[in-house]
T-cell receptor, first 114, second 111 residues
Framework: DVKVTQSSRYLVKRTGEKVFLECVQDMDHENMFWYRQDPGLGLRLIYFSYDVKMKEKGDIPEGYSVSREKKERFSLILESASTNQTSMYLC?????????????FGDGTRLSIL | QKEVEQNSGPLSVPEGAIASLNCTYS??????FFWYRQYSGKSPELIMSIYSNGDKEDGRFTAQLNKASQYVSLLIRDSQPSDSATYLCAVRSNAGNMLTFGGGTRLMVKP
């Protein structure tokens, strides 16, 4: 079974803080993704990575950055947290770029910015 | 802009009935289609994938794909209260590695 682990289930931070969300997968997957999910807006892609040290912007990258120093770990960074970044953050991974590969999700991090 | 549309619901069905969930997509180049189930407060869980026109069955679940009509559906037979969740349709084209998700349909199965 694929295991995608997000470091925190719940996180509370203050406006202006630098926030790190960590995601680790244990199946040697090439591709990793960060989404946020908000009521009425669905899942929106923030960033993804198809290889170590590679990153691509998704639909809503503003205010975020990412880091992929090792294949198994993909970090999402909120450079200066703002209240509109309060959301559920979901990490996902796929084995390869083959189109038939589904994405497997972690349990999510519910982030509150005060 | 690639779009995936779902009726947000809630879709309410009695226990034991067939639940029919529908999804349309705009990108004719789409090749892979996935259905995810998401319980409240939890992350999406893959339940079905389909790549060719026609039906694909897995237990109580049947996915149906019609590429000409740009339509994919999920049927749940003998619906159970434990099937109550939000069902997300996701679509990927060969042009990229990203999934485009619909907004989800909330299903309520009443005992």
């Amino acid at each position: 079974d694929v295991k995608v682990t997000q470091s925190s289930r719940y996180l509370v931070k203050r406006t202006g803080e630098k926030v790190f969300l960590e995601c680790v997968q244990d199946m040697d997957h090439e591709n990793m993704f960060w989404y946020r999910q908000d009521p009425g807006l669905g899942l929106r892609l923030i960033y993804f990575s198809y290889d170590v040290k590679m990153k691509e912007k998704g639909d809503i990258p503003e205010g975020y950055s990412v880091s992929r120093e090792k294949k198994e770990r993909f970090s999402l960074i909120l450079e200066s947290a703002s209240t509109n970044q309060t959301s559920m953050y979901l990490c996902a991974s796929t084995l390869s770029q083959a189109s038939n590969q589904p994405q497997h999700f972690g349990d999510g991090t519910r982030l509150s910015i005060l | 802009q690639k779009e995936v549309e779902q009726n947000s619901g809630p879709l309410s069905v009695p226990e034991g009935a067939i639940a029919s969930l529908n999804c349309t997509y705009s990108d004719r180049g789409s090749q892979s289609f996935f259905w995810y189930r998401q319980y409240s407060g939890k992350s999406p869980e893959l339940i079905m994938s389909i790549y060719s026109n026609g039906d694909k069955e897995d237990g109580r679940f049947t996915a149906q794909l019609n590429k000409a009509s740009q339509y994919v559906s999920l049927l749940i037979r003998d619906s159970q209260p434990s099937d109550s969740a939000t069902y997300l349709c996701a679509v990927r084209s060969n042009a990229g590695n990203m999934l485009t998700f619909g907004g989800g349909t909330r299903l309520m199965v009443k005992p």
